[in-house]
């Protein structure tokens, strides 16, 4: 899980992103969940998901809150 709820900024530029999304460690089938509660992380999130899409995964997804990342990706809620 990549957790931008307490970030408030970012160095790294749209095509940075992409270059970095081009190699994973994880399986096509991973589940993987971003949190990305603001347009900006929202927008930074999709460019990274977009290319591994294109790479052949497809179990990443961008969530607004915590909860719904967690549930998910079936964990338990955390109170």
């Known amino acids: ?5 307490t970030v408030k900024s970012v160095t790294l530029t749209p095509t940075e992103i992409k270059r970095f999304a081009e190699f994973s460690i994880f399986s096509p089938a991973s589940q993987r969940a971003f949190v990305a509660p603001t347009p900006l992380f929202h927008g ?15 179990g990443v997804a961008i969530f607004s809150t915590m909860a719904e990342a967690r549930a998910w990706l079936g964990l338990p809620a955390v109170s």
């Open 44 to 58: 930074l999130a999709r460019i990274y998901v977009a290319q591994r899409e294109l790479m052949g995964d497809h």
């Open 1 to 5: 899980m990549f957790d931008f709820s």
